[in-house]
């Protein structure tokens, strides 16, 4: 059976997002959904849609992260303030993005840090394509910050009775994190460890679940403000590539 072409996948891609993305920017319109809640969703299916059609049809394939990466990026340009405001689909949509601590810098926060993760993932890609590695690890940093940046955030705000603070990288400022949100991260590096348990041989798998999940932990609680992403892709990249060439 013949497999559908990159540009067909990205479609269903692109049509499945935007689905997504209605019924979460239709439930915070309602008041039925917080936006901390709203943009972990967006969050969690532009990761694992992206993770699920390279890895299930295109063998993660690294000019199919830059195309959709590229996309992606075009997507949120959409959400500038001079084009959303004279579309009302687009304004509607923005809805479920727009945190109040994030304004009036939204949409370049959001930006950025997508610009980000797209340089690191490209670059994971090639460093672990020249060094003969399956391209498969990379689904290991997608896994963690789809499930533990995403879960963390909510189960904080929803469960989160444990407080610590913490000053974020590059910055004087310091953030209110807690233990259940920081948690999520934790448990999220070991799952997706077992999960992709035969990439590595016994003795990598029992190093990586030794340091990788308190150093993500550590990660996403002291990245900077929306940028946690591309610095948990960057530092589960780099650990994974080290153990794997021991």
């Not at 030794?210 to 892709?233: G, I, Q, R, S």
């Given at each position: 059976m013949?497999?559908?072409?990159?540009t067909?996948?990205?479609?269903?891609?692109?049509?499945?997002?935007?689905?997504?993305?209605?019924?979460?920017?239709?439930?915070v319109?309602?008041?039925?959904?917080?936006?901390?809640?709203?943009?972990?969703?967006?969050h969690?299916?532009?990761i694992?849609?992206?993770?699920?059609?390279n890895?299930?049809?295109?063998?993660?394939?690294?000019?199919?992260?830059?195309?959709?990466?590229?996309?992606?990026?075009?997507?949120?340009?959409?959400?500038?303030?001079?084009?959303?405001s004279?579309i009302?689909?687009?304004?509607?949509?923005f809805l479920?993005?727009?945190r109040?601590?994030?304004?009036p810098?939204?949409v370049?926060?959001a930006?950025?840090?997508?610009?980000?993760?797209?340089?690191?993932?490209?670059?994971m890609?090639?460093i672990?394509q020249?060094a003969?590695?399956?391209?498969?690890?990379l689904?290991?940093?997608?896994?963690v910050?789809?499930?533990?940046?995403?879960?963390?955030?909510?189960?904080?705000?929803?469960f989160?009775?444990?407080?610590?603070?913490?000053?974020?990288?590059?910055?004087?400022?310091?953030?209110?994190?807690?233990?259940?949100?920081?948690a999520?991260?934790?448990?999220?590096?070991?799952?997706?460890?077992?999960?992709?348990?035969?990439?590595?041989?016994l003795?990598q798998?029992?190093?990586?679940?030794?340091v990788m999940?308190?150093?993500?932990?550590?990660t996403?609680?002291?990245?900077?403000?929306?940028?946690?992403n591309?610095?948990?892709?960057?530092v589960a990249g780099?650990?994974?590539?080290?153990?794997?060439?021991?």
């Amino acid at each position: 059976m013949q497999l559908p072409s990159w540009t067909s996948l990205e479609l269903i891609r692109i049509m499945f997002i935007i689905i997504v993305g209605f019924i979460v920017s239709y439930l915070v319109k309602e008041g039925k959904l917080k936006v901390n809640y709203s943009r972990k969703i967006a969050h969690f299916s532009h990761i694992l849609s992206t993770l699920f059609i390279n890895g299930v049809f295109l063998d993660y394939n690294i000019q199919y992260f830059v195309a959709s990466g590229t996309i992606s990026l075009f997507q949120i340009l959409l959400f500038t303030e001079p084009i959303r405001s004279r579309i009302a689909l687009l304004d509607f949509f923005f809805l479920s993005y727009d945190r109040p601590e994030d304004r009036p810098h939204t949409v370049r926060l959001a930006f950025t840090q997508l610009l980000a993760m797209n340089v690191v993932l490209i670059a994971m890609a090639l460093i672990y394509q020249r060094a003969g590695l399956p391209l498969d690890l990379l689904a290991i940093p997608m896994f963690v910050t789809a499930f533990g940046d995403g879960l963390a955030e909510p189960v904080g705000v929803r469960f989160g009775r444990n407080k610590y603070e913490v000053m974020a990288l590059f910055t004087d400022r310091v953030y209110t994190r807690s233990y259940e949100g920081s948690a999520m991260v934790t448990l999220s590096t070991v799952f997706s460890l077992v999960v992709f348990r035969s990439l590595f041989s016994l003795n990598q798998l029992i190093m990586l679940l030794m340091v990788m999940p308190f150093l993500m932990t550590l990660t996403e609680a002291k990245a900077p403000h929306t940028w946690d992403n591309p610095f948990l892709y960057l530092v589960a990249g780099l650990v994974i590539y080290l153990v794997s060439m021991i």
